[in-house]
């Protein structure tokens, strides 16, 4: 996994509440048994005025021009600034693929579904929830001025607005250990193999039932 | 000691290894894979060299992007029409193949909805942590199971590893007292708490779903209400086992048999709450006061009883809410229109995850019998849930009931709830669906959805627009 330090870059602001995971990739594009090339169908029905196929060239396509990754200023955006429950609905590991493969390298919120947040941090993409109030500042301060860019510091857990006003974040040890390191969550959990298998051991005593070989 | 919910004890007897930060390693007891959210992780296995833990506590079926037509499931993979789909597919087949892990293939009668199978095999038992690359895994929960839907790399995480790194949730009840009124559903319950508490009001909470209203439901019913705790932002959603809970699972092809039950049942019987358990949060909502639901809008949330006005975008106080509604009433194309039964509906929908089960079958041919489907529709489809499913419908005549009123009897399949293979809405076209989300484009582009119990889509499906079943019934 790449690792995430600090990171500054250009923000856009996406203005809509309760963002779900079909509007973050539309499930057509689940189809793929690949890991990358979601970004150009990230919000495939708000960017697009036409129906989005896999394996389509989007070049040609119909866009709509309001949507905000279609406005010239905001191309190159890393930064994507959210609203509440920002990707609530399904599970799918398709929608922090499509952002990172788009270009984002953090998203700003005041508050994410369970399964995204967590999906995000698998990815390299670092979610941060603030305070509704500073999210709305950032929102402000990224309207007013064009190529406004925010800084987001993971070391130091800050967030760095356009002004140079400054917002302190929470987030777990271990992930931002994985984070800030690139490490890859598998091989940190093998380390413990011994704690899994004298585990086991105690559960097939206690539990036998939970441990029968299923035949086809 | 000091009294335990349902979810501390769960998450307890899984705890492998806490750390200081407040995250921990999990056990996962069974795994339920499919065609979807599982070929990168195997993937990533090959790519690491990696072996699956323990091949014994996955099962796979392939369900998101099957077809549900009988002449292209006449030769199994082969006969998919659309080609992505059936590379997915046939890579589900091969993963498994490749590492030894049990699939119920097109072919075979137990393969379904992966959260139709799982209980229905046994597969899934009381006391277990269960998870899928699928956020609807939380139906498992019906059974005192601590389940709930992962990502793609945690599906990884889970093969490689068996374990999971965890943050535990905090406790939330959601407690229904009374009774239910007649052909009011477990659809209608889950519906009437998303409204009540909306979307993101269950968002870091497990929630233990109980009371009479809840105690009194079937074993279909208590999983159409956990299926829905992730609509309600919850990943996990739980009931307690009772003797429901125990006579559903005796007998079934996994469950344990003999000594091994005796002993399996001892330790189920504590799978509830203890009286003084602490939840920090308590919601409760009476059962008389729960009327048929119907979602007018994009969000779970954004639900009415069937005799209520559609709200309004200018009547909400909130801005953001305000601003969602007023999305919502033009995606949905409600302009001039007040009520439920002003909209006229060009399909229906009757299956998915939530309701393909026996239950909400039978339900649903009770409420079209003798009737025929509105003529103004253009599509009524019943989806079971899994091959048995359908076979045991089909036992019962169901399937001709469905028939001689109108509706197609499909092949079991997730189908138009997520519209990942040929069946879906057309653009601005009205559905309603007994699946579980409504969100902009779910069941196809420019689709609009209206979530209901089987018994409200059925009688949607006779009167071609949205009525009460209680007064459909009465004729």
């Known amino acids: 996994m790449r690792p995430f330090t600090k990171h500054s870059g250009l923000a856009a602001p996406l203005d809509l509440a309760n963002v779900d995971t079909d509007m973050i990739i539309p499930k057509q594009f689940l189809k793929s048994i690949k890991r990358t090339g979601f970004g150009k169908n990230l919000f495939d029905e708000l960017r697009y005025e036409d129906e989005g196929q896999p394996d389509q060239e989007c070049d040609g396509r119909p866009i709509r021009e309001d949507f905000v990754l279609n406005q010239a200023r905001y191309q190159g955006a890393s930064v994507l600034l959210a609203r509440q429950n920002f990707g609530c609905g399904s599970s799918r590991e398709h929608a922090p693929w499509a952002l990172d493969d788009y270009g984002f390298r953090s998203i700003i919120a005041p508050s994410f579904a369970d399964i995204f947040y967590n999906n995000c941090f698998k990815n390299g993409l670092l979610p941060i929830v603030l305070h509704p109030d500073e999210v709305d500042q950032l929102f402000s301060e990224v309207a007013l001025r064009e190529g406004a860019e925010i800084v987001v510091d993971l070391e130091n857990q800050t967030v760095t607005s356009p002004s140079g006003a400054q917002f302190e974040f929470v987030v777990d040890n271990f992930r931002k250990h994985c984070l800030l390191n690139g490490l890859d969550d598998i091989g940190l959990t093998l380390q413990q193999d011994a704690a899994i298998r004298r585990y086991e051991e105690r559960r097939m005593q206690e539990a036998p039932w939970l441990f029968l070989s299923r035949e086809q | 000691m000091s009294a335990k919910t349902l979810y501390d004890k769960l998450w307890d007897s899984h705890l492998v290894q806490q750390r200081d930060d407040g995250s921990a390693l999990i056990y ?283 709200p309004h975008a200018e009547d909400q106080k909130d801005p953001v809410k305000k601003e969602g509604y007023a999305r919502a009433w033009k995606y949905m194309g409600l302009e001039g229109k007040t009520t439920l039964a002003d909209i006229t509906l060009d399909r229906v929908f009757i299956g998915s995850c939530t309701n393909s089960r026996i239950e909400d079958l039978r339900i649903a041919a009770q409420v079209v019998k003798g009737r025929k489907v509105a003529s103004t529709l253009k599509q009524a489809i019943v989806v079971p849930g899994s091959g048995l499913v359908k076979a045991q419908a089909e036992k019962e005549g169901l399937h001709t009931i469905f028939e001689e009123a109108g509706l197609e009897w499909r092949e079991p399949g997730c189908s138009m709830c997520l519209a990942m293979n040929a069946d879906k809405l057309g653009a601005g076209e009205h559905c309603a669906s007994t699946s579980n989300r409504n969100f902009e484009g779910r069941q196809g582009f420019g689709g609009r959805t209206h979530l209901v119990s089987p018994a409200m889509a059925a009688a949607a499906a006779i009167a071609g627009n949205f009525v009460d079943v209680n007064e459909l019934v009465k004729h």
């Open chain 2, 28 to 310: 996962i007891d069974l795994q339920l894979l499919h065609e979807v959210t599982s070929p990168q992780a195997f993937e990533g296995l090959r790519l690491a060299g990696r072996k699956p833990w323990r091949v014994s506590s996955s099962l796979a079926t392939p369900d998101h992007n099957v077809p549900t037509t009988k002449t292209e499931r006449m030769s199994g993979v082969d006969g998919i029409e659309d080609p992505v789909s059936k590379i997915q597919v046939t890579t589900l087949d091969d993963n498994c193949n490749e590492f030894g892990i049990t699939e119920f293939n097109m072919k075979d009668i137990r393969q379904g909805i992966v959260h139709v199978v799982g209980p229905e095999q046994g597969a899934t038992l009381p006391g277990m942590t269960v998870v899928c690359g699928d956020s609807h895994t939380s139906t498992h929960g019906a059974f005192g199971a601590l389940a709930h839907g992962i990502g793609t790399s945690e599906v990884e995480h889970v093969l490689a590893t068996q374990c999971l790194v965890q943050k535990k949730s905090r406790n939330m009840l959601v407690r229904v007292d009374g009774e239910l009124s007649p052909w009011v559903s477990a659809k209608d319950v889950v519906l009437a708490i998303i409204g009540a508490i909306g979307t993101a009001g269950g968002t870091g909470f497990a929630i233990e779903f109980g009371g009479t209203g809840i105690q009194s439901l079937s074993m279909e019913g208590r999983m159409t209400v956990c299926n829905m705790a992730i609509e309600a932002g919850a990943r996990v959603g739980l009931i307690a086992v009772d003797d429901t809970t125990i006579d559903y699972v005796k007998g079934r092809p996994y469950a344990p048999k003999g000594e091994q039950w005796d002993m399996a049942v001892a330790a189920w019987k504590d799978l509830v709450s203890d009286k003084d358990a602490k939840f920090e949060e308590v919601v409760v909502i009476k059962a008389e006061d729960i009327k048929p639901q119907v979602t007018w809008g994009t969000s779970p949330e954004m639900v009415i009883a069937i005799d209520e006005a559609i």
